[in-house]
Nanobody
Framework: QVQLVESGGGLVQPGGSLRLSCVAS????????MGWFRRAPGRERDFVGG????????YYADSVKGRFTIARDNARNTLYLDMDKLKPEDTATYYC??????????????WGQGTQVTVSS
């Protein structure tokens, strides 16, 4: 059974930074591309960015490009999201998930509990 456990969220001021983590289990972690998603209040869940199985390639939504960076540690089954220059519109619950393949925008499994990020002064 796939388990996804996100952590690292919190309250941060505009312009600040945060690092989110996601520990995944239930699949061979390094066989799959991984992605980050987010859901803001009153909105659908949106794709944030993805990373190849090796971590060598990444792609991002236009809204976060140049500010967010995805990385992974396959030895620790852990996915990261480094968020810089945060804006109030980045406020959302953030989720990770496996992807069917690199370049995909759809999650493969059920969701974890997510981690809340609030950007506010």
């Amino acid at each position: 059974q796939v388990q996804l456990v996100e952590s690292g969220g919190g309250l941060v001021q505009p312009g600040g930074s945060l690092r989110l983590s996601c520990v995944a289990s239930g699949r061979a972690f390094d066989d799959f591309a991984m992605g980050w998603f987010r859901r803001a209040p009153g909105r659908e869940r949106d794709f944030v960015g993805g990373v190849s199985w090796s971590g060598a390639r990444t792609y991002y939504a236009d809204s976060v490009k140049g500010r967010f960076t995805i990385a992974r540690d396959n030895a620790r089954n852990t996915l990261y999201l480094d968020m810089d220059k945060l804006k109030p519109e980045d406020t959302a619950t953030y989720y990770c998930n496996f992807l069917k393949q690199y370049g995909d925008f759809n999650a493969l499994d059920n969701w974890g509990q997510g981690t809340q990020v609030t950007v506010s002064s």
